[in-house]
Each structure stands twice: as C-alpha cells, then as structure tokens.
C-alpha cells in the first residue's frame, strides 16, 4: 500500500538558518504530493503540493519538488523564521477514487531566535 | 467562506461513554473526509463521503465507529462504547471534487 517517509525530528535551527525536511514515498499510479504545517494547538494547514513530476511547489519561501525518480519530496527554505516553528507533515493522495491522504509521521522543527 | 469548523473542540468522557462529533465543511464541497491522530503520529483515514453517500471506510473504523452525512452537508462521527485507545484528535477535511483537502481544527477526545 501507500505509505509515506518522513525525516525524524525533531529538528532545532538558528533563526535564518537553511532548512531541509526528507520526504520519500511509495505509491502506486501517479500521486499528487503535499506538505502540511501544523501549529500548536491547530488542524492541518496546507503549505505546499504538486500534481507531477517534476512540479514544484511554493509557498511563504518553501519550495519542494516532485521527484519522480528518486520517489522524494523534500521541503527546503533558504532562511527560516522563529514563527516557522511548528510540526510539518508530508503526505500523498491516494490513487482511488476517494484520493484519501495518507501521512507521514511529521518532523517538529523549532527554531530559535 | 469560513472554513471547515468541528465541534466539540475537546471532549473528555469516561469509557464506555459514546460521543458524536460533528462537522461543518466548506460549504459546496462535495467530499468530505474524517481522520484521526494520535500523540507524534500523522493523520490516517478513517472514513470517505462523496456527496450524503459514505464510499469508502479505513479498516480502522471498528464497529463501534459510524459517520454520517444525511445531506451531504455537515456530518456526524460516533463512537459508542468508548476505549482508551480511542482517545486522539478526530479530524475532518473537506475538498472540491478531487482537489486539495482543507481540514478543520480538530476535536481532541480524551477517554478516562
């Protein structure tokens, strides 16, 4: 079945620092890619997806590109922020009918000032 | 547009209590979706509705586990004879067609 890959975390940066998060997934088909930010006490906010190969996706200075041939997905951002600070989540949809998301076990990153 | 709002936000029951959750989607989003989290874990699927049809259940959903959307508009989750593995955060999303899911804040159950 699907199943998604998530770098451990957690994961502690200096304000401005360079963040990468590891994603690497197996599926079948064709699935489109996501990553989710998830605030303290807060649901699931879409940050970023792509639909294909070789897509990238943007948002708020992240960027992650779908890779087809190494199965990956990672989430890059060149300076992160202490208000980055939160849980991130990498997911695919699924390829049925009913495109349900299946997640990985999401990386924590905090990051201090 | 104001989201996808859950209610209860929290919920402590004792065991063997049932609880009904309840969601509002977006409003003209046809798909609906419940799932749930556990402590340092991703979401997983529990159950799907295209429209008031319930399509597709997790094999996580026990028998204990019923969802409903009687007009394919807000719907119901009900978990009867509650167990203390059953306490996580219950999510649902919402989306348009086979576009992206925009989940709710959650309701966090906690079972004693």
């Known amino acids: 079945g699907d199943s998604v890959t998530q770098m451990e975390g957690p994961v502690t940066l200096s304000e401005e620092a360079f963040l990468t998060i590891n994603c690497t997934y197996t599926?079948?088909?064709?699935?489109?890619l996501f990553w989710y930010v998830q605030y303290p006490g807060e649901g699931l906010q879409l940050l970023l997806k792509?639909?294909?190969?070789?897509d990238k996706g943007s948002n708020k200075g992240f960027e992650a590109t779908y890779r087809k041939e190494t199965t990956s997905f990672h989430l890059e951002k060149g300076s992160v922020q202490v208000s980055d600070s939160a849980v991130y989540f990498c997911?695919?949809?699924?390829?049925?009918?009913?495109?349900?998301?299946?997640f990985g076990s999401g990386t924590q990153l905090t990051v201090l000032p | 547009d104001t989201g996808v709002s859950q209610d209860p936000r929290h919920k402590i029951t004792k065991r063997g209590q049932n609880v009904t959750f309840r969601c509002d989607p977006i409003?003209?989003?046809?798909?609906l979706y419940w799932y749930r989290q556990t402590l340092g874990q991703g979401p997983e699927f529990l159950t799907y509705?295209?429209?008031?049809?319930?399509?597709?259940k997790s094999r996580l959903l026990s028998d204990r586990f019923s969802a409903e959307r009687p007009k394919g508009s807000f719907s119901t989750l009900e978990i009867q004879r509650t167990e203390q593995g059953d306490s996580a955060m219950y999510l649902c999303?919402?989306?348009?067609?086979?576009?992206?899911?925009?989940f709710g804040p959650g309701t966090r159950l906690l079972v004693l």
């Open positions: 409003s003209e989003h046809n798909r």
């Open positions: 792509a639909t294909k190969a070789d």
């Open positions: 509705f295209q429209n008031e049809a319930q399509l597709e």
């Open positions: 999303a919402s989306s348009e067609h086979q576009e992206t899911q925009y």
């Open positions: 997911a695919l949809s699924g390829s049925g009918s009913a495109r349900q998301l299946t």
């Open positions: 599926a079948t088909g064709y699935p489109s």
